[in-house]
């Protein structure tokens, strides 16, 4: 089927099987490489995009349901200005292997952007982001920093 997805701003139209995952179209049609393939069933959030400026799993998601606009990691730094985010968790050292960053990052932008303020609330917005190499105090730590950086525009 012919599909046509906005993906950090710019128009694709792809041919894809009805079954086709938005994560797969992003990564093996258009070459965006953030998102990654974690689990393949939802359970790690590696795999996290905005759609319509919410998050979700790209795993679970059919590339031709996706009528809204996709942001992916890479549609958040504008040229060489990282997004407050990104920069939080470079400051904060908010990563280690990086495998689960990007999916981390998206979690962590659609936290400040809804202004989710307690640590402890935070931490349950971002359950679904596993981070197997327990970067956990610094995600929190940078989504404090993005979070205050934001209050401050």
Same mark, same amino acid.
């Given at each position: 089927?012919?599909?046509?997805?906005?993906?950090?701003?710019?128009?694709?139209?792809?041919?894809?099987?009805?079954?086709?995952?938005?994560?797969?179209?992003?990564?093996?049609?258009?070459?965006?490489?953030?998102?990654?393939?974690?689990?393949?069933?939802?359970?790690?959030?590696?795999?996290?995009?905005?759609?319509?400026?919410?998050?979700?799993?790209?795993?679970?998601?059919?590339?031709?349901?996706?009528?809204?606009?996709?942001?992916?990691?890479?549609?958040?730094?504008?040229?060489?200005?990282?997004?407050?985010?990104?920069?939080?968790?470079?400051?904060?050292?908010?990563?280690?292997?990086?495998? &689960?960053?990007?999916?981390?990052?998206?979690?962590? =932008? /659609? @936290?400040? +952007? $809804?202004?989710?303020?307690?640590? #402890?609330? %935070?931490?349950?917005?971002?359950?679904?982001?596993? &981070?197997?190499?327990?970067?956990?105090?610094?995600? =929190? /730590? @940078?989504? +404090? $920093?993005?979070?205050?950086?934001? #209050?401050? %525009?």
């Amino acid at each position: 089927m012919d599909i046509s997805l906005e993906v950090n701003g710019r128009t694709a139209e792809l041919s894809v099987d009805p079954g086709v995952t938005l994560l797969d179209a992003l990564r093996e049609r258009l070459g965006i490489t953030g998102p990654k393939k974690g689990c393949d069933r939802g359970q790690c959030g590696a795999c996290t995009v905005h759609v319509g400026g919410r998050p979700v799993l790209s795993c679970l998601t059919l590339a031709a349901t996706v009528k809204q606009q996709v942001r992916t990691v890479e549609g958040l730094s504008a040229g060489d200005r990282l997004h407050p985010v990104q920069q939080a968790f470079v400051d904060q050292d908010a990563l280690q292997c990086g495998f &689960c960053t990007s999916g981390q990052v998206m979690s962590a =932008v /659609a @936290a400040v +952007e $809804q202004r989710i303020e307690d640590n #402890a609330d %935070v931490r349950e917005f971002m359950s679904g982001n596993i &981070c197997r190499c327990s970067a956990y105090p610094n995600i =929190v /730590a @940078a989504i +404090e $920093q993005a979070r205050r950086a934001d #209050a401050s %525009v």
